[in-house]
């Protein structure tokens, strides 16, 4: 299962993901978060969370672009993966919600390979609106 | 009028790029269909009966002479010479070849406009008041606020894959032209009492299956709180909103199924937040930006004119026709000696909204000529010269009329609102055209349709309401009953500010039988109304539907029969 | 009681082009509508739809009921269809109405 990265694909890293419902003791987690999650109550424990992974359950449902924001809002600095069902057409949608990276399965690296990942210049119009 | 920065220009030429590697994604199987169709809509591209369809957005109504000459040369150069004006303020093209989308959008990037967002689960075209910065009721003009949000929607990163599709609409007066309580969010700019202008905002209208009326979430918004408001609603919505049922997808029926309390608390909570965090930051546009768009918007260099104009004067007092015209199609401006001037898109026999690419050169030449080249499109299908002088008015008439564009039915009963039904729509039931068609040729005779006076139909050809007939004083669904195309006919409804859905009077009617009730819903409001100032929609609130019916239905026939 | 099958041919639309197809009996999208395949077994419309796609980009296949005249020509049913194979019925200078090499039954595989 590749991982998509700002500098292309690299194989994924075999993390151990907990659930938020039951976050165990200890520091270093990584988090499998459904997408119907409340971010809310990991605040308490962002400082133990090193990764969390949003799910996208199908491309169509962009839950987990909010919840990445949310989080991100809420002040999460950890790493934040989508996981699941996004194309490459939404690489730049989960970059400029927060994500770092997407998780994808082989037959879609195979079908929509490196190249169709690199984001084409595109600037967000939240850039320009933001004040400076 | 806004015109592009380098950001929007780049912006736009690079979403044709991407759109261009998308089809060629699309035909080498990197993408399959379910995944490419997303894709297309987001740039306003439809599969439709005969071939695929491009909606074009003209946002918030407003486009200029060479905005609107490059549109009439889309339409000879990639379609068949004319193009389709819709409710929400788009163009639609009903013919052009997938292959040749990627240079169509190219053309319209050349005239700052595109195509993007006019379809698809995200934020569509933004639409507003097409008589906006000329009307004399206005408080504000709405559009700085309009384009403010078309950039802030414009492929927002969190709501490109929304539960369903989400429309917004603002209005900067008091009398609604935009039907803002009948869209996800409705806007109103409003001066509070301290004198500060801000907004109104309504939540939760639509029409289409579950016809709702808009509720007030919150009554004063301030202006420098517009983005982040809406960033909180949206995001409510594309957590909660319900993803298991496309019909009960939309935001209205979240407001519903929640309560308007709860789900003002959640919006509430989350603008909070929003503000907290951001302090500033992303949600609060930066001042530059507002300014050059608010800038854009200045009103345009008015001359100083008296209030009427003796040249103008003579020809009322000898023309018949053209006073005709004027008692019709002109609205107030608030400008003295200036006039806002409807070209109806709706002459006897035509599909309304329909304009062949010669009569949108007609009409860019007018604008450029008499109007500051300036143009708006309504969401009633029709085209406005907001600013022309009044001694320029008898010649803007002559050159329409040349072109067959001066029609006098603003607000008659000939002016119809239809939807493309199913002599194009892959959605339809029945066929609405031929009914808009049927009844403006009934109802031909002018004198005849003034002494009718107020009266808005409106036909949409399935129950997604694209022709907004739920808010017509006489509304027309076109429905399928065993293979036969069947129409309902309700009445009463009103889509200003008082936005109401109107009600259905009883079984429908086959095609040819839709003129003879129309005909009778009119003799009866003849026979209730009190003077003849009293309107249609009056006398139906005054005396309700029980005559209306008793109208089509009489004898034994019960009215809810079917 | 089981429903008598309806006789159906199979439809869509070229990827690239838009335009409206039918599945000839040797497993070609034609506009030719006069030479659709008539079947009552949508099995077999499937699978000669899924062969004849691989020659040729389609989007939104469907089958639609048809009645057979007496010359074997397939008559679309409903009115949708029938507005689908002709063109806007408003508009009779456009659509397949409006191009005699459909109606004359010489339409070029293009
Ligand atoms: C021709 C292809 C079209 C398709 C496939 C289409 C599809 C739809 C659908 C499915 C809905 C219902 C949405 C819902 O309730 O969730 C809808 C609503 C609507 N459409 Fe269209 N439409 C088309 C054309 C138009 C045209 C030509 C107009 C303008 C004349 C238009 C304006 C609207 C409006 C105003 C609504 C109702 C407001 C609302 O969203 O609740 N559409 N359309
Ligand atoms: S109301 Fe129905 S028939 Fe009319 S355009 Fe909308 S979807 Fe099509």
Redesign the pocket.
């Known amino acids: 299962m590749p991982v998509v990265t700002p500098d292309g694909f690299r194989a994924s890293d075999n993390i151990a993901y907990v659930s938020p419902d039951a976050l165990p003791a200890g520091s270093d987690l990584a988090v499998d978060m459904p997408n119907d999650a409340d971010p809310r109550t990991l605040v308490e424990r962002f400082g133990d969370i090193a990764t969390i992974r949003i799910a996208f359950p199908a491309f169509g449902d962009g839950r987990g672009f909010s919840l990445a924001r949310q989080l991100r809002d809420l002040g999460y600095t950890g790493h934040l993966r989508a996981g699941g069902n996004l194309i490459s057409d939404q690489y730049r949608h989960a970059r400029q919600s927060g994500f770092d990276d997407v998780e994808i399965d082989d037959a879609l690296a195979e079908r929509q390979p490196e190249e169709q990942w690199i984001v084409r210049e595109q600037r967000s119009y939240r850039e320009k609106l933001a004040a400076r | 009028m806004y015109s592009y920065d380098e950001f929007d220009r780049d912006y736009v030429k690079n979403r044709v790029a991407i759109f261009r590697d998308q089809v060629a994604r699309r035909v080498s199987g990197a993408l399959t269909e379910d995944e490419f169709k997303p894709l297309r809509l987001q740039n306003g591209i ?1 599969l ?1 009966l005969h071939a695929y ?1 491009l ?1 074009v957005a003209i946002p918030y109504g407003t486009l200029n002479s060479a905005q609107m000459r490059q549109l009439a040369m889309i339409a000879e150069k990639w379609d068949k010479g004319y193009g ?5 303020q ?1 163009i ?1 093209y009903n013919w052009p070849k997938l292959i040749d989308l990627p240079d169509i959008l190219d053309a319209l990037a050349d005239v700052e406009m595109h195509a993007i967002q006019t ?1 698809g689960n995200c934020i569509r075209n933004v639409t507003a008041d097409h008589f906006a910065g000329a009307a004399a009721d206005e408080v504000e003009d709405p559009r700085p606020a309009a384009e403010l949000l078309r950039q802030w929607s414009t492929d927002h990163p969190e709501f490109a894959f929304l539960p ?2 989400f ?1 917004i609409a603002v209005t900067g007066s008091p009398n609604d032209r935009a ?1 803002i309580k ?3 969010i409705g806007l109103r700019v409003l001066r509070n009492d301290a004198g500060e202008v801000g907004y109104q905002v309504i939540v939760g ?7 709702v009326v808009g509720e007030t979430i919150r009554e004063f918004l301030p202006k420098e709180h517009l983005l982040a408001y809406c960033e909180a609603i949206l995001r409510v919505y594309n957590l909660h909103g319900r993803r298991d049922n ?2 009960k ?2 935001i ?1 029926i979240l407001v519903m199924e929640e309560g308007l309390e709860s789900f003002r608390n959640q919006v509430e909570a989350e603008f909070a937040s929003l503000l907290e965090v951001h302090n500033g930051p992303s949600l609060i546009p930066d001042p530059a930006v507002v300014k050059r768009i608010e800038d854009a918007f200045a009103p345009p260099r008015f001359e100083d004119l008296p209030e009427s104009d003796a040249a103008y004067e003579a020809r009322l007092a000898e023309d018949e026709e053209f006073a005709r015209w004027c008692a019709t199609n002109l609205t107030a401006h608030r400008q003295p000696g200036y006039a806002i001037a409807s070209i109806s898109l709706k002459p006897v026999g035509a599909a309304p ?1 329909d304009a062949s690419a010669d009569q949108m050169r007609v009409v860019a030449d007018l604008a450029e000529r008499y109007s500051f080249d300036e143009l708006r499109v309504s ?1 009633e ?1 029709n085209l406005i010269l907001p600013h022309v002088a009044k001694r320029d008015l008898p010649a803007v008439y002559d050159a329409l009329s040349e072109a067959e564009l001066a029609t006098a039915n603003i607000g008659l009963i000939g002016d119809i ?4 039904g199913l002599d ?4 339809a039931t029945a066929r609405s055209i031929p009914i808009a068609q049927d009844i403006a040729q009934h109802f031909s005779d002018p004198d005849y349709s003034r002494l009718i006076g107020d009266m808005k139909i409106k036909i949409s050809g399935c129950i ?5 007939h739920h808010v017509g004083h006489i509304g027309i669904l076109g429905l399928d009953r065993a293979g036969r195309e069947n129409y309902q006919i309700t009445i009463g409804g009103d889509h200003t500010e008082s936005l109401k859905m109107g009600q259905r009077l009883g079984r429908g009617f086959d095609a040819e039988e839709v003129v003879p009730a129309i005909e009778q819903l009119v003799q009866t409001y003849f026979s209730l109304r009190e003077s003849e100032a009293e309107t249609f929609l009056q006398v139906v609130e005054r005396a309700g539907t029980q005559p209306f019916k008793d109208a089509l239905y009489p004898a034994k026939e019960p009215a809810d029969a079917g | 009681m089981p429903k008598p099958a309806k006789p159906q041919i199979a439809s869509a639309n070229d990827l690239l082009e838009g335009h409206v197809l039918y599945l000839s009996g040797d497993a070609v999208w034609t506009p030719d509508r006069h030479s659709a395949f008539v079947s009552t077994d949508a099995d077999e419309l499937g699978a000669l739809a899924d062969k004849a796609s691989r020659n040729r980009q389609v989007v939104d296949v469907a089958f639609i009921d048809v009645t057979v005249a007496d010359d074997g020509d397939p008559r679309p049913v409903a009115l949708r269809e029938v507005i689908r194979d002709r063109g806007p019925t408003i508009r009779t200078d456009l659509g397949r109405q409006a191009d005699h090499t459909i109606q004359d039954g010489q339409a070029r595989n293009v």
């Open positions: 439809y439709q369809m909606r389709h004006f819709t409710t929400r788009n639609q379809s369903r599709k429309k039907v009948a869209h996800d209208g639509g029409l289409g299956r579950t016809p496309k019909y997808a939309r209205k909204g969401h299908q609102i239809a939807c493309p194009y729509c892959a959605l997604n309401s694209c022709g907004h």
